[in-house]
């Protein structure tokens, strides 16, 4: 009797260390987090634009600075972020630049609603400025502008 139950303990122990009986995650199981839906429709999307829109032509900094991610990019190489974006745009004349492309049609393109079109249909091509506008919990924030 003590030799049966001995031999079901045992056998349980074995099984359970037994990979046929663990799940794992195959790659059709991983979610891939979707790009964003198109939100040029929305109103608060279209609402958020023509206050940027507004806020860069009068260049109303303080307006612009409460509308931008902390983390604001506006230059690669060298990879630039956060203070300094408004000395940036003097120094380098950017200003007529973003005006022109927030003028552009947003449209998504990974977690961003970006602008011009153009940097989504043709990136292996397009060069030119882009400008990026993320949700950001709950909230939209204008996230960069930077050249190609």
Request: charged share 25%; net charge neutral.
């Amino acid at each position: 009797m003590i030799f049966r139950k001995l031999f079901v303990l045992l056998t349980v122990v074995c099984l359970s260390g037994c990979s046929l009986f663990h799940h794992k995650d195959k790659p059709a199981d991983k979610k891939k987090k979707p790009d964003m839906p198109d939100q040029s429709k929305d109103v608060s999307f279209q609402s958020f634009v023509g206050r940027l829109r507004i806020a860069v032509k009068m260049r109303d900094l303080a307006t612009l600075a409460s509308m931008m991610t902390p983390d604001f990019g506006y230059a690669i190489n060298p990879d630039r972020e956060g203070d300094g974006v408004f000395q940036y745009w003097d120094d380098n004349d950017v200003w007529k630049e973003l005006e022109t492309v927030l003028d552009e049609k947003f449209v998504p393109h990974e977690n961003f609603m970006v602008a011009p079109a153009k940097f989504v249909t043709e990136p292996d091509t397009y060069t030119g400025y882009r400008a990026g506008i993320l949700l950001l919990n709950g909230s939209w924030k204008f996230a960069y502008f930077v050249g190609g």
